[in-house]
């Protein structure tokens, strides 16, 4: 046993800097991730399959419902992690469960819901318009609109599932990201985090590169692809369990910061100092015992913190640009793809293409990046990036520079700055990485989504959908996301250097 983890841990440092007492919680919380992005990508065609069926035009109203469901969910969630006899380990393996569990039940309703329809051979008939038009220069403010089906020839049943199914999926992928980051960061301090984020990180865009190939492949599984999903949360359940804190290779002087933080304490007293760092009295803070009001803990700890309500803002201007972009890649694609099917292939092979160059990064760079050029640089690369992109896209508006743009975007986004978002975290009290930060990364993110589904669709009109016009309107809200970052970044390396002192 102990030449294999040796050997683990030699295959693990030539891709990361890792001290032995690290590789355990490092390899747990990468593979939890890949489950999860996995489970995701594996149904993210079926899901967006029932969005279609229902009608592009739907999509904005869908962005609506997933933050009204967010608003109740989210608050839910924090209150798992403020039960006191509940250990963070044990509420994580909770939530993740739970979503597998929902996820077999989506499967029956959907089975249900689909009696009289043929899922295979709807699969099976392909279009020879499936493919791109012939010319890649085509001028997407020219081309003619995406042909959009409405709901009225499907029951109530039918549509129920379809957009519960949409809701949901955009919920698991939100909750489970949010609260395996929350117990990520639990266990590991600005230092640590800049080295072993990127790897953890790849573990994620690794699970996003299988979902996608496997989604892609096993297309004709249709509603099945459920069941394989809900296996892979599942194992995300058990990989999650090992996200704590090893005691067994930790250096003599570290033990008794270490044994404070250890889950039998956790469960004693609802209190976790976090194991790599040792923080400092003013950094921990008890949990509060559940009562009916605790769920707003996350909220009112957001208002009573400038700092938060800063990252608050970084976080809300972000899903602001990621979402417009998104409708502004599906409003392309649906422009010059002619067959549904032939979309939900082209996006799987993006979200692939993509995820390899993100993989390639994360395991490469970026651990380089944010230990040498800092949190402030690395947050601001996303929004500079995308200001580029939006300039780039008004002067050439075709599919060609919505591929290319949407590949740099991602790859900075996740390579650089998701990694530097979440050192964001470090500096904060427990209360505030398990209620806050769920509070933020889930409500805020839906808000932005909903706030740039209405700003798109009014843009869209009143231009007559020509995208190079609407991105000149998206350019200040760039301008403020670059100078929001940078500003939160000198924010979090000042609070970073404070708490070294006090901890050392």
């Known amino acids: 046993m102990a030449t294999m983890r040796s050997r683990v841990e030699a295959i693990v440092s030539s891709f990361v800097t890792v001290h032995p007492h690290e590789t355990s919680p490092l390899l747990h919380s990468s593979s939890c991730f890949f489950f999860i992005l996995s489970a995701y990508f594996v149904v993210l065609p079926l899901r967006d399959e029932g969005a279609i069926s229902l009608g592009l035009s739907t999509l904005p109203g869908l962005f609506v419902g997933s933050l009204a469901l967010t608003l109740v969910a989210a608050p839910l969630s924090t209150l798992i992690f403020s039960l006191p006899n509940l250990s963070k380990a044990k509420a994580l393996v909770l939530i993740h469960r739970f979503f597998s569990v929902s996820l077999v039940v989506f499967f029956i309703l959907w089975h249900s819901s689909s009696a009289g329809f043929s899922q295979f051979n709807s699969e099976g008939s392909v279009s020879k318009s499936s493919t791109l038009k012939e010319d890649p220069e085509v001028d997407v403010n020219q081309a003619s609109p995406a042909y959009s089906v409405g709901w009225g020839n499907h029951g109530w049943f039918y549509i129920s599932v379809r957009i519960g199914l949409f809701l949901w999926v955009a919920l698991l992928n939100l909750i489970t990201i949010s609260s395996t980051w929350a117990r990520v960061i639990d266990v590991m301090d600005s230092e640590s985090g800049s080295r072993l984020f990127g790897f953890i990180g790849a573990g994620a865009t690794l699970g996003q590169l299988f979902g996608s190939l496997f989604a892609t492949g096993m297309a004709w599984l249709g509603p099945f692809l459920l069941l394989f999903s809900a296996l892979l949360m599942e194992l995300a359940a058990q990989s999650s369990k090992g996200i704590n804190q090893d005691l067994s290779h930790l250096p003599e002087e570290l033990s008794p910061i270490r044994n404070a933080d250890h889950d039998q304490q956790d469960k004693a007293d609802g ?30 700890l957001i208002l009573s913190s400038t700092y938060l309500l800063y990252v608050s803002l970084f976080l809300w201007l972000s899903a602001v640009v990621s979402s417009f972009f998104y409708f502004q890649k599906v ?20 979200n692939s293409f993509i995820a390899v160059f993100i993989l390639a990064g994360q395991l490469t760079l970026t651990g380089h990046i944010l230990t040498i050029a800092g949190v402030t ?3 601001c690369s996303a929004p500079l990036v995308a200001f580029t992109n939006l300039v780039a896209i008004a002067v050439w508006p075709t599919w060609i520079a919505i591929a290319i743009s949407e590949t740099l975007r991602k790859v ?8 530097g978002r979440e050192l964001l975290f470090t500096v904060v009290s427990q209360d505030e990485k398990y209620k806050a930060k769920v509070c933020i990364d889930v409500i805020v993110q839906r808000l932005g989504d909903a706030t740039a589904a209405g700003m798109y669709k009014l843009l869209i009109s009143n231009f007559n959908g020509r995208i190079s016009t609407v991105c000149y309107y998206a350019l200040p809200v760039c301008l403020l996301w670059i100078v929001t970052a940078f500003n939160l970044g000198r924010r979090q390396e000042h609070l970073a250097k404070i708490q070294t002192v006090s901890t050392a």
């Open 271 to 300: 209190v976790n100092t976090p194991t790599l760092k040792g923080s400092s009295p003013k950094l921990s803070t008890s949990m509060v015992k559940p009562q009916l009001w605790a769920i707003l803990d996350g909220l009112w």
């Open 331 to 350: 409003t392309v694609i649906a422009m010059t793809v002619t067959s549904p099917l032939g979309r939900r292939r082209l996006f799987a092979q993006i």
């Open 377 to 379: 640089t690395a947050i």
């Open 412 to 419: 900075v986004t996740y390579v650089v700055t998701r990694p």
